[in-house]
């Protein structure tokens, strides 16, 4: 049982930097028009849709996160396209707007929804909390 708690662990945290490492060499030219987002990356309304059906969202829920989603893409997309910044910078804001949309939507969510938000981003690697795991975890330790 803990062979396999690591492996998921190990593999969750490949994907994740991964996932990272693309998102961050994308740059505005790898930002389609038209609302589509580039490789491994959903638009507002998909992410909402994503995550309805994982944490059984109210209508009332949906109303409040898809402004949040969409904010968090058009900063997203500001901050690509800014030539002015390193790569670390853009690395660092990147992080910044995560945690603070992931902040956002976890504030209307229940406790129960939280908890299930948390593992979700955890697998994920979204929101900046990469080396975090989910609260009451240790990350496993190499063997």
Do not use: C, Y
């Amino acid at each position: 049982m803990m062979k396999v708690l690591i492996l998921l662990t190990t593999l969750s945290m490949v994907l994740a930097v991964a996932g990272v490492s693309a998102w961050a060499q994308m740059g505005p030219e790898g930002s389609p028009a038209g609302g589509q987002m580039g490789h491994g990356q959903m638009s507002p309304d998909q992410r909402l849709q994503m995550l309805t059906k994982q944490l059984n969202l109210t209508s009332d829920q949906q109303e409040k996160i898809k402004p949040i989603l969409e904010n968090e893409s058009q900063q997203m997309q500001t901050l690509r396209q800014d030539s002015s910044l390193s790569r670390e910078d853009r690395m660092s804001k990147m992080q910044q707007i995560r945690q603070s949309t992931h902040a956002q939507i976890r504030s209307n969510l229940t406790s129960d929804q939280q908890q299930k938000f948390d593992e979700m981003m955890s697998h994920m690697g979204h929101g900046g909390m990469h080396g975090a795991p989910p609260s009451g975890q240790n990350p496993p330790q190499s063997q």
